[in-house]
């Protein structure tokens, strides 16, 4: 049986930048060190982030996906969204209105884990057996 | 021959001697003016400059308000005069325009940029014998005025000119051409797109290589890039492989697009580097300063990979925005989404 952890909800600093990189990575790290790590980071109080921040956001998503989970952007701020956009990287993100919505979405299963149903007829042997197939 | 007096200042700051504006968003700050700044290879200042001389008027001054002013700035820019004062300036020049024998001046305000018959103005005004003809656009006053020098200059007396000016009686002359306000950053855009698709005036300095795309001089275009019309690229423009600017995008002098980068409705503005593999849209870049219209957000980016100056500047060239202070930017550019 697979099992994960609770949706963590973290909070983007506000400059995310070379210097602040380290400091948001030592805290981010160890969320994602468990088995299907579940997390949404909260973009709503980005003011400034260059390439360094959006390298280690990456690196956070590549690390969540690597453990069969998944790092989600929520509320993002307009100077988070340019930054994202500028680089390219805007659609690499799942990304949400607000935290909840973000949290939320880690709760709907997905299709392919939905059991198939059995088949309703019982294969018979021979040529009946094929024709009540086709049919 | 008519002089002109041109005062370099955009709607929503106040210029010292006259009173705030309704529109302005703070009155203390002076705000400056983008016809400074080089669109489709040329500024708009030396645009309208250009176009009054064609017409026979002669600018005499063209004045900003001094706390636009920085060292660097008056080198760079001889032919602006900064004063404290620029009214009392402007009614200077009115009365010495007088001593030298011209009655008819012009007055103009280039904040805003509009198209109109200069020579047929001062006409309208010699015809009706007016001290002041201010003209209109629809119910809504520009701030361009044809005036007698000789009798406003008796008028004025020590007075305040803008107020004479602004009076209610002020006879009014109807302008039906092409105006953009030049009072936010999306102006600016505005104002590229439609001197790219012929809709104003305002004509890229350049050759025309193939239907809608300019190029001016030293433009250096390199393999697998691609310039979809409308688009101009200025002059020493380096456009590397891989490029793909479009959309009414212009690309102004001594800037470079470095490999692999979009470039789509956007203005990248004079001396400007943008890094490798960016996506920049509905945007204008001026160095390290990113000014995104969608979502009406101004960055300062000092990751210089990314964007920055191409050139250092010397040391007696400008070093902020035309007419915005980094500080100002930001303003203009929260109350630009607001509206």
Known sequence: MLTSGPVVVMQVPEILNGKEVQGFMQELGPLLECNRPRVVLDCSQVRSIDSAGVEALLECLEEALKRDGDLKLASLSPEANVMLELMRVARVFETFEGCDEAVRSFNFIPVESVPEEPAWFTPLPGELGALKQAS | MPKAIVILQSEGGTIAGAPARPTSSSGQTVRGSMARLEILGDSMMHRVTSQLRRAGIETCAILADSSQS??????????????????????????????????????????????????????????????????????????????????????????????????????????????????????????????????????????????????????????????????????????????????????????????????????????????????????????????????????????????????????????????????????????????
């Open chain 2, 70 to 339: 920085s060292p660097n700035r008056e080198v760079c820019e001889p032919e602006v005069t900064f004063s404290p004062d620029v009214w009392s300036d402007v009614s200077e020049h009115l009365t010495r325009s007088t001593e030298s024998g011209n009655e008819a001046a012009l007055i103009m305000r280039l904040g805003p940029y509009v198209e109109f018959d200069a020579a047929d103005l001062l006409q309208f005004r010699s015809d009706q014998d007016q001290v002041v003809v201010r003209a209109f656009s629809d119910q809504n006053p520009l701030d361009i005025w044809a005036v007698d020098a000789t009798r406003i200059s008796e008028i004025i007396d020590g007075g305040n000119l803008y107020g004479i000016l602004s009076g209610e009686q002020t006879t009014r002359y109807l302008v039906s051409g092409y105006i953009n306000r030049l009072e936010y950053p999306r102006d600016l855009r505005r104002l590229a797109a439609d001197g790219l698709n012929g809709k104003c005036e305002v004509r890229p300095i350049g050759f025309e290589v193939r239907p809608g795309v300019w190029m001016a001089e030293g433009v250096q275009i390199e393999k697998e890039a691609r310039i979809v019309a409308p688009a101009y690229i200025g002059e020493n423009v380096t456009i590397s492989r891989q490029c793909l600017i479009t959309r009414g995008s212009n690309i102004e002098r001594d800037s470079i697009v470095d490999y692999g980068t979009v470039i789509e409705d956007t203005s990248v503005l004079q001396n400007s580097y943008v890094g490798i593999g960016l996506d920049v849209s509905h945007s204008i870049v001026d160095g390290g300063k990113l000014l995104n219209l969608r979502h009406g957000v101004a960055l300062q980016i000092d990751d210089a990979a990314v964007m920055r100056r191409n050139n250092e500047l010397r040391s007696e060239e400008r070093n902020w925005w035309y007419g915005f202070s980094g500080e100002e930017l930001i303003q203009v550019a929260a109350e630009d989404r607001r509206s």
